[in-house]
């Protein structure tokens, strides 16, 4: 009989490692073009083909980025939506949308590579939107990193990508890949000064905590409740009585 030796056993294991990734692979591709909604949060692989069909916009100037409300973000995507387009294989209009905080140091970190890729995408819109007052609208995109880079499809949140180590190039090259839009060619990946000032802020603002100061209060407040509850307390209180009486009788006698 032929013996099997460990080697042979680990090539196993891993032919079979690699036909299941393999698998997998398949169905994540096929559901996509069933048109399912893929995780917002999986970093999206830079494929081959384009992941979707996107029909550019009719303009060659680019305008910036446009920072918005919940409302308005579902009001702009909202026009983006053709009835006719089932599925991210039919034409339709793609956005991109960056989910921020201004509190956040990645978040200002990444915010200059995005302000920048309207000039290498001018038939794109580019929408940004703050977390505070708006968790409902991060919630119901899917949305749980910051920051995160959202891409749409007919109004629909197709693609997300979100990652601590930012990049102008890995900016301009998920939203080509995705897309199938070619960036601005002229263009090398170079920051300018604009980009560095805006429309989304590029340094961190740490508000004052409010709730950490009412915490610290309400808990020294307890603290001197249950203080005072004590024996001890109690007796210091009558020391510094007597001891506030004898002087007022001295006092009195001088």
């Known amino acids: ?17 690699l036909e299941n990734e393999k ?4 169905t994540l591709v096929s559901s996509l073009e069933d048109g399912e909604n893929p995780s917002l949060n999986e970093t999206a692989a830079v494929p081959n083909k384009p992941k979707l069909n996107c029909t550019q916009l009719n303009r ?24 006719n387009v089932t599925n991210r294989t039919y034409p339709g209009v793609c956005s991109v949308t960056f989910f921020y905080a201004t509190w956040c140091d990645f978040s200002a970190e990444a915010a200059p590579f995005y302000n920048a890729l309207p000039r290498y ?9 703050e ?18 880079l959202v891409v749409f499809h007919n109004g629909r949140p197709m693609y997300g990508f979100n990652h601590s180590e930012a990049s102008l190039e890995s900016f301009v090259d998920l939203i080509s890949s995705l897309t199938g ?20 802020p590029p ?4 508000p004052f905590n ?5 915490a610290c209060l309400f808990l020294v407040a307890c603290a001197i409740i249950e203080l005072s509850k004590s024996a001890s307390f109690g007796n210091i209180i009558d020391n510094l009585r007597l001891e506030d009486h004898s002087h007022s009788l001295t006092l009195r006698d001088a």
Do not use: M, W
């Not at 009989?1 to 490692?17: A, G, H, M, P």
């Not at 698998?23 to 398949?26: K, L, M, N, R, V």
């Not at 910036?64 to 308005?72: D, P």
């Not at 090398?188 to 560095?196: G, N, P, T």
């Open 1 to 17: 009989s032929q013996q099997i030796t460990v080697n042979d056993v680990l090539r196993d294991f891993e032919k079979t490692i």
């Open 23 to 26: 698998s997998i692979s398949t």
């Open 60 to 83: 060659t100037e680019h305008i910036s980025v446009v920072i918005l409300n919940g409302t308005e973000l579902q009001f702009r995507v909202g026009e983006e939506v053709n009835a």
């Open 121 to 129: 995408f001018p038939r794109l819109n580019f929408y940004a939107i």
């Open 131 to 148: 977390a505070a007052n708006n968790l409902n609208i991060f919630a119901q995109f899917g949305v749980i990193a910051l920051p995160s």
């Open 181 to 200: 839009i070619p960036p601005t060619p002229e263009l090398k990946y170079i920051l300018d000064q604009q980009d560095l000032s805006g429309p989304v």
């Open 203 to 206: 340094v961190a603002v740490k």
């Open 210 to 214: 409010y709730n950490l100061l009412f």
